[in-house]
């Protein structure tokens, strides 16, 4: 019989579990105990009313309904337990955080991770997945060091659905731990994660039913260096270690890494990121790289991208006092490093954002954006014989170009009564294209622009404000434009206490230029605020015409009530 490793810390999780029923809590500081109140309950009752009316009898929704909602919360020197309850007519629902536990208390320079938690090292290695145990960071005042430790549960063992085509999941656990020193000029860190598959499971099923168990090592470390004034360097470097079949036999030649032991199937994989940046006063310019190589792998994460490599250029900088700011970049990314894949893609990315602000009142903003995808195809025949992949050149089979611009306006000035005017005028515009080696395939443009004008007069809290909107696309043969106005007009009364409000738009549209319609919407509605509650009524009106349709009208209506309570016990009050 196989002795279960890490005995210890399946029993600590255990009984953390137990002692505190599986309760949800999260961020307690522990160096509250004894200065803050101990008790503290809070929350909401409140109910929602809608209604609609609508010309049309076989609507799938519902005319009308009714929600009641209840919600409390009490906390115990920052450890949160929340309820809910909601009923409306349809059914009943009730939630409570019992299902899952999370305890993360800190104190001083300590914090711990209890229960469902998550935790990163490094890209390459853990980064964000959950796991089901316990973990620490312990980050003195300074910050000069840190070191993060974890284990537990990666995944839970579940059966296959044979139904849905869903294989069974193996009992996975995961072990990390990492440090990181850091200084004025430098920093460096290390880190190792290990996680594996439980070899027998209590299903005893087929591999077709299952995954194999699989088996993980990662080895990463970062650091950052100022070689000289304003010019730093900084690196990330990962080596993964990954069996696919932990069942199958051991290769003689050696052992990588305790507890991981070298395989049939296993393989090295590895990841390095690295970049330079040089400040100055005129800006700050960066060059960087990144290279995965194919196959990379860890079960630290839940989503891995490998097999590419990058490039990337990005320059910042102010000019004109800082009333002109720019930022620059370019990068180029490429697949299929190995040579084994039929085809490789290489992508063109350049942006660029100018910001541009003469004075407080007058601010412009310009960007750019765009995007080359190249494939090439290599012959079948080529790709089947295996031939050098230096000595013959792919062939170009697909090129794809997206490109994006746009800008705004924005315009600000205040009167000598206080009232305040604004001019806001945005345009965007967004282009593809995409060609073959042998025709040119489909064109789109994309165009959108709107301008608006906005009045606030603050004597007596009234807004308003009127915008125009356009929006048009053209995706082959095919064009349709969108246009229309809307009005909206906002008050206060009683004191900031009522809030009502008004709102009036009409659009056109049209179809390979032929108009197919309009749309005619008016909403209103009042807010009312007053200490613990809070109230609101809204009601829409909407008319829709179609040419080749009869018109339509609807109505809705929403009435809302909330009330929340909080209350404090103390040690005192006894």
């Given at each position: 019989?196989?002795?279960?490793?890490?005995?210890y810390i399946n029993r600590?999780?255990?009984?953390?579990?137990?002692?505190?029923?599986?309760?949800?809590i999260?961020g307690?500081?522990?160096?509250?105990i004894?200065k803050?109140?101990p008790?503290?309950?809070n929350?909401?009752?409140?109910?929602?009313y809608y209604g609609?009316?609508?010309?049309k009898?076989?609507?799938p929704?519902p005319?009308s309904?009714a929600i009641?909602q209840?919600?409390?919360?009490?906390?115990?020197y920052g450890?949160?337990?929340?309820f809910?309850v909601?009923y409306?007519?349809?059914?009943?629902?009730?939630?409570q955080?019992f299902?899952?536990?999370?305890l993360?208390p800190?104190?001083k320079w300590?914090r711990?991770?209890?229960?469902?938690?998550?935790m990163?090292?490094s890209?390459?290695?853990l980064n964000?997945?959950?796991?089901t145990?316990?973990?620490?960071?312990?980050?003195?005042?300074?910050g000069?060091?840190?070191i993060?430790i974890?284990?537990?549960r990666?995944?839970?063992?579940?059966?296959?659905?044979?139904?849905?085509?869903?294989?069974g999941i193996?009992h996975?656990?995961?072990y990390?731990l990492?440090g990181?020193?850091?200084e004025?000029?430098?920093?460096?860190g290390?880190?190792?994660?290990?996680?594996s598959?439980r070899?027998?499971?209590a299903?005893?099923?087929?591999?077709s039913?299952?995954?194999?168990p699989?088996?993980?090592?990662v080895?990463?470390?970062?650091g950052?260096?100022?070689?000289?004034?304003?010019?730093?360097?900084?690196?990330?470097?990962?080596?993964?270690?990954?069996?696919p079949?932990?069942?199958?036999?051991e290769v003689?030649?050696?052992?990588?890494f305790?507890?991981?032991k070298?395989?049939?199937?296993?393989?090295?994989?590895n990841?390095?990121?690295?970049?330079?940046?040089?400040?100055?006063?005129?800006?700050?310019?960066?060059?960087y790289a990144e290279?995965?190589?194919?196959?990379?792998?860890?079960?630290?994460?839940y989503y891995?991208l490998?097999?590419?490599a990058s490039?990337?250029?990005?320059?910042?900088?102010t000019?004109?006092?800082?009333?002109l700011?720019?930022s620059?970049?370019s990068?180029w990314?490429?697949?299929?490093?190995s040579?084994r894949?039929?085809?490789?893609?290489?992508r063109?990315i350049?942006?660029l954002?100018?910001t541009?602000?003469p004075?407080?009142?007058l601010?412009?903003?310009?960007t750019?954006s765009?995007?080359?995808?190249y494939?090439?195809l290599?012959?079948?025949?080529?790709?089947?014989?295996e031939?050098?992949?230096?000595?013959?050149?792919?062939t170009?089979?697909?090129?794809q170009?997206?490109?994006t611009?746009?800008?705004?306006v924005?315009?600000?000035?205040?009167?000598r009564?206080?009232?305040?005017?604004?001019?806001?005028v945005?345009?965007n515009?967004?282009?593809?294209?995409e060609?073959?080696a042998?025709s040119?395939?489909?064109r789109?443009?994309f165009?959108?622009a709107s301008?608006?004008?906005?009045f606030?007069?603050?004597?007596?809290d009234?807004?308003?404000?009127m915008?125009l909107q356009y929006?048009s696309s053209?995706?082959g043969?095919?064009t349709?434009?969108y246009?229309?106005?809307?009005?909206?007009?906002?008050k206060?009364?009683?004191?900031?206490?009522?809030?009502?409000?008004?709102s009036v738009?009409y659009?056109k549209?049209?179809y390979?230029?032929e108009?197919?319609g309009?749309?005619?919407m008016g909403?209103?509605?009042?807010?009312f605020?007053?200490?613990?509650?809070?109230?609101d009524?809204?009601?829409?009106?909407a008319?829709?015409k179609?040419?080749?349709r009869?018109n339509r009208?609807e109505?809705?209506m929403?009435f809302?009530?909330?009330?929340?309570?909080s209350?404090?016990?103390?040690?005192?009050?006894?």
């Amino acid at each position: 019989m196989t002795k279960r490793k890490f005995p210890y810390i399946n029993r600590f999780c255990l009984l953390c579990l137990l002692s505190l029923a599986y309760g949800k809590i999260a961020g307690q500081d522990l160096s509250l105990i004894g200065k803050s109140e101990p008790l503290q309950i809070n929350g909401t009752v409140g109910m929602q009313y809608y209604g609609r009316m609508s010309g049309k009898s076989n609507s799938p929704y519902p005319l009308s309904g009714a929600i009641w909602q209840v919600g409390l919360n009490a906390s115990l020197y920052g450890w949160n337990l929340p309820f809910s309850v909601t009923y409306s007519n349809a059914n009943l629902r009730w939630q409570q955080p019992f299902n899952r536990f999370s305890l993360q208390p800190s104190w001083k320079w300590i914090r711990m991770y209890l229960g469902d938690a998550s935790m990163s090292f490094s890209p390459y290695s853990l980064n964000g997945h959950q796991f089901t145990g316990a973990g620490a960071e312990f980050e003195p005042e300074g910050g000069k060091w840190k070191i993060s430790i974890m284990g537990g549960r990666l995944l839970r063992q579940t059966s296959p659905d044979t139904i849905r085509g869903l294989p069974g999941i193996r009992h996975r656990m995961g072990y990390g731990l990492a440090g990181e020193c850091r200084e004025e000029k430098f920093s460096l860190g290390a880190g190792i994660f290990y996680a594996s598959d439980r070899k027998n499971d209590a299903f005893h099923l087929p591999d077709s039913l299952t995954e194999a168990p699989a088996e993980n090592l990662v080895l990463h470390s970062k650091g950052t260096a100022g070689i000289i004034d304003n010019l730093q360097v900084q690196f990330e470097y990962a080596v993964s270690f990954f069996t696919p079949d932990r069942r199958s036999p051991e290769v003689a030649e050696g052992t990588t890494f305790f507890p991981l032991k070298y395989r049939n199937g296993s393989a090295r994989y590895n990841a390095l990121k690295t970049g330079i940046t040089y400040t100055s006063r005129f800006g700050s310019a960066g060059l960087y790289a990144e290279r995965v190589d194919p196959g990379y792998r860890t079960l630290g994460a839940y989503y891995h991208l490998n097999d590419f490599a990058s490039y990337t250029f990005q320059y910042a900088g102010t000019a004109l006092q800082k009333k002109l700011s720019w930022s620059v970049s370019s990068g180029w990314q490429y697949d299929n490093l190995s040579h084994r894949k039929s085809s490789t893609s290489h992508r063109l990315i350049h942006n660029l954002n100018l910001t541009f602000s003469p004075s407080d009142a007058l601010q412009m903003n310009f960007t750019y954006s765009n995007f080359s995808r190249y494939m090439y195809l290599r012959p079948v025949e080529e790709y089947l014989s295996e031939p050098d992949p230096w000595k013959n050149a792919d062939t170009l089979h697909y090129r794809q170009v997206t490109g994006t611009w746009g800008g705004t306006v924005f315009w600000q000035t205040e009167d000598r009564s206080g009232n305040r005017h604004q001019i806001n005028v945005s345009f965007n515009s967004n282009t593809s294209r995409e060609e073959s080696a042998d025709s040119l395939a489909n064109r789109g443009l994309f165009v959108s622009a709107s301008g608006g004008y906005t009045f606030s007069k603050h004597d007596n809290d009234l807004s308003s404000s009127m915008v125009l909107q356009y929006n048009s696309s053209r995706t082959g043969e095919i064009t349709g434009a969108y246009l229309g106005p809307a009005l909206s007009v906002r008050k206060s009364i009683a004191q900031k206490k009522l809030q009502a409000y008004s709102s009036v738009s009409y659009n056109k549209t049209w179809y390979d230029a032929e108009k197919t319609g309009y749309v005619l919407m008016g909403r209103g509605g009042l807010s009312f605020r007053q200490k613990n509650h809070t109230a609101d009524l809204t009601f829409g009106m909407a008319w829709r015409k179609k040419e080749d349709r009869n018109n339509r009208k609807e109505f809705t209506m929403n009435f809302s009530y909330r009330y929340t309570f909080s209350g404090k016990k103390n040690r005192e009050q006894k």
